[in-house]
């Protein structure tokens, strides 16, 4: 099967590219003006997402995008600081010029988003709950990995292990059911793991785009919850090479993260390259300090490719490669860390950058290509993707693993855009993975296994003047096969082969009800596989504090949601209301029932006791909401408001679903002084209100509510290579002890990260 998969990849692509460059050779341009005062908008960037097509406005606020096709309708975006973003599909066949008058804003509007349909679009004809965050956002954040930066956007939570280890949580559903994207292809990197983060460069990311809600429709099995898609900046203008530099120090964990980025564009044939390096020691907390709980991490990536009028493509490549320390046991009653020994293990220690046993090593290799042919009034966009993830676990031997994992996986997405007038909008695709998973160590936890899945989907949406309708269907076949495996004449694993297959749907709307007022709903249905940890899992894994044993008889988890959204947009105020309910049947999850435990002999002869850990299936809701506003009464004062909340209900017998993050409520009061040649100039202060979480299922313990105070403070300095930013970001500037219902530290005794200050700058340079 993967050897036809292959034939089929490599047929397309010829073809395709033999038959796009005939395509003729085109250019837009135009002029960008103040609306009021008619004065031209020097900086200005004009670009249009589906052809990776960008430029500036000169001094006279004129534009001109070149090498981009003859014909096709593309969404053109325009944006400005102080600006309303300006979007227009445009028809490539009939304007050359285009002239556009901005208008000044108060507000930060929302950019244009690409995850939640085949087709970009703006927020008045998307019907899916999309929330973009910026590199700006991104940065200032403070945050140790990509995942805790984004955290705090409503509705998405993360399950932590430490300052290390994040995992992304969007509506109460987390691990294999929310898909990140990375390049354009989805990350397959072991994910079913608590300690398992995505294992990306967080410097890398221009921005993130978060679809909350099922969309399985476009990505298939494993996106029942919701994508995270990490999209990675454009590339400069034909003619400009340039390139930054951004490095970072936290003062709670002695975090330095610094990234050196070059890119240009020479008459369409693009490059980037990037390495980034990041190293910490343990976080901490209240005079303490965990030990082993440090990291460091090195990363290179880059990308190669064309961008001419037959559209583009480009190959991206990189290896992640981190080493992070794991935390096996808590403080004690006086809340001190103890040796080996029963020595109390000192601050000065426990801050020393060196890792101690157990730690992960862990290696992540991707390469994909990325086209866009222009077919036409079509367009035929391709993604291939190989990934190799190397994961070894450390515990009695630093140069022994004990757990290794290698798992190679092979990615094909294809969709074809059907020519359109700008109404009825059609697009088919293919989508598939071949996978392979090889135990290379002396201790198992899931066996060798291979995995082929392939899915395929149509997709219809139709524009009118105010909003649009869309409605998609979709068919997906798994196939998962593991290994036998027998020690000593003990039965480790036993060999299963498993199939599932799925139709799944969904229809949704927009609509502009009244001025600045839309209204959006969705229907949809989800659909995941098990994955293999809850199919074959059987033993301990290092970080969990717990024993994991799976069940080769699960069936597939499929869903029911519907979700309903209003949202407004004024000169002075926005604000944000969604409402969901969702139901998923054979909901899948681990749990400790009878208090079972396990006892398990290290190599010294020590005796651990450890709760076992059982996947089971149930019915399940879960319910929710998400609100926000954003008042700007005064020009330079925003006062942005959120407030987060789901319910999640085991239907066997009503009692609460486990590892569901508790409600939370977000304020922050942001002045933006608009100093001239300092723009880009601000002072926040946040409070973050996590309420109790008393719902919590038998094996979990109750999680008090807390209160986190946040403060901030940045500007931007124009250069004559671009703007240099500063900033410096304080979080838990009180030094609050609190646990996060989702951190796997919890069991432990060991509190989230306390007080801490982050200060960085970004040069930019050429």
């Known amino acids: 099967m993967k050897k036809i998969h292959l034939v089929l990849i490599v047929l397309l692509y010829t073809f395709f590219s033999a038959n796009s460059f005939a395509a003729e050779l085109s250019e837009v341009k135009g002029k960008i003006t103040d609306a009021s005062t008619q004065e031209p908008l020097a900086g200005a960037t004009v670009y249009i997402s589906d052809l990776k097509a960008v430029t500036t406005t000169n001094s006279n606020g004129e534009f001109t995008l070149k090498n981009i096709p003859s014909k096709g309708r593309f969404l053109m975006e325009v944006r400005f600081i102080g600006y309303k973003t300006y ?58 990995n990509l995942v805790d930066a984004i955290s705090r956007i409503p509705g998405v939570s993360q399950v932590s292990t430490g300052g290390a280890i994040s995992k992304p949580t969007i509506r109460g559903l987390g691990y294999n059911r929310v898909l990140t994207m990375v ?17 990306v460069d967080q410097f890398s990311a221009a921005r993130v785009e978060i679809l909350k809600g099922p969309a399985s429709l476009l990505y298939g099995s494993d996106a029942l919850g919701g994508v995270i898609n990490i999209i990675d900046d454009l590339v400069p203008p034909p003619g400009v090479f340039n390139g930054d530099f951004t490095t970072s120090y936290s003062t709670n964990n002695g975090l330095s993260a610094s990234s050196l980025m070059l890119q240009g564009n020479d008459n369409g044939f693009v490059y980037r390259g990037r390495a980034s390096y990041k190293n910490a020691y343990g976080f901490g907390y ?38 992070i320390g794991l935390v096996e046991d808590g403080p004690n009653e006086q809340g001190n860390f103890l040796n080996e020994n029963g020595e109390v293990i000192t601050k000065s220690e426990a801050q020393e950058r060196r890792l101690g046993l157990p730690f992960q090593n862990i290696n992540h290799y991707r390469a994909a290509l990325n086209s866009n042919f222009i077919l036409g009034n079509g367009q035929l966009k391709t993604t291939f993707a190989f990934q190799r993830n190397m994961r ?3 515990e009695e031997s630093a140069t022994e693993p ?111 009800v009244a001025k600045n007022l839309v209204l959006k709903g969705n229907a949809g249905s989800g659909f995941r596989a098990p994955n293999i940890a809850e199919l074959a899992a059987n033993g301990r894994h290092e970080g969990t504090f717990r024993y994991e044993i799976g069940n080769s008889k699960l069936k597939q988890e499929t869903s029911l949601q519907f979700d309903l959204g209003l949202e407004y947009t004024a000169k002075s105020v926005t604000f944000g209301l969604n409402a969901y309910a969702n139901r998923i049947f054979n909901y899948i999850y681990p749990g400790n029932f009878n208090k079972e435990t396990k006892e398990l002999t290290n190599e010294a002869g020590e005796i651990e006791i450890l709760p076992v850990y059982r ?39 009503d009692s609460p679903l486990p590892f569901i993050p508790a409600a939370s ?82 069991p432990a005794g060991i509190y989230n990260t306390g007080r801490n200050v982050t200060f960085g700058i970004n040069i930019p340079f050429m």
Do not use: C
């Open 392 to 394: 070894k676990e450390f």
């Open 402 to 512: 004990g757990l290794n994992l290698n798992l190679n996986s092979y990615t094909y997405d294809v969709k074809y855009y059907f020519p359109n007038a700008g109404k009825w909008e059609p697009a088919i695709g293919v989508q598939g993975m071949y996978q392979k998973n090889v135990n290379k160590g002396d201790e198992f936890l899931i066996p060798d296994y291979n995995s082929n899945n392939i899915g395929a989907f149509a997709y219809l949406k139709r524009n009118f003047e105010k909003g649009a309708i869309n409605i998609g269907a979709r068919y997906d076949y798994k196939k998962i096969n593991g290994e036998d495996l027998s020690i000593d004449g003990e039965q480790v694993f036993n060999r299963f082969d498993n199939k599932f297959s799925n139709i799944s749907g969904s229809i949704g709307f927009a609509y502009e």
């Open 183 to 199: 390049d354009g292809a989805r990350e397959e990197a072991q994910q079913w793991g608590d300690e398992h983060g995505i294992e």
């Open 665 to 746: 409520i977000n304020n922050e009061l942001r002045f933006e002084p608009g100093i001239k040649g300092l723009d880009g100039t601000y002072i926040k202060v946040g409070v973050s209100n996590v309420l109790k979480q008393a719902r919590f299922d038998s094996f979990e313990t109750q999680t008090d509510g807390y209160t986190l105070l946040d403060a901030g403070i940045g500007t931007s300095i124009k250069t004559g290579k671009g703007k240099l930013n500063l900033w410096v970001t304080g979080q838990n500037l009180l030094d609050k002890k609190y646990y996060n219902h989702l951190s796997r530290y919890k």
């Open 615 to 653: 996947f089971v299936q149930t019915k399940a809701d879960l319910i929710g909401g998400e609100a926000s506003m954003d008042f700007h009464l005064v020009k330079s004062l925003h006062f942005e408001n959120s407030f987060a909340y789901v319910r999640g209900i085991n239907r066997s017998d």
């Open 286 to 323: 209240k005079n303490t300090t965990v030990p082993n709980s440090g990291f460091n991490e090195f990363n290179l990536n880059g990308m190669v490719g064309l961008n001419k009028s037959w559209g583009y493509s480009h190959l991206t490549f990189s290896r992640f490669h981190t080493n």
């Open 87 to 144: 979007s227009k599909m445009v028809d490539l066949a009939t304007i050359n010029t285009l002239n556009v008058p901005m208008e000044p804003s108060v507000i930060e509007s929302a950019e244009v988003v690409i995850t939640g349909s085949p087709f970009s679009s703006n927020n008045k004809t998307n019907s899916l709950s999309v929330v973009t965050v910026g590199k700006d956002k991104l940065a200032q954040a403070g945050g140790t």
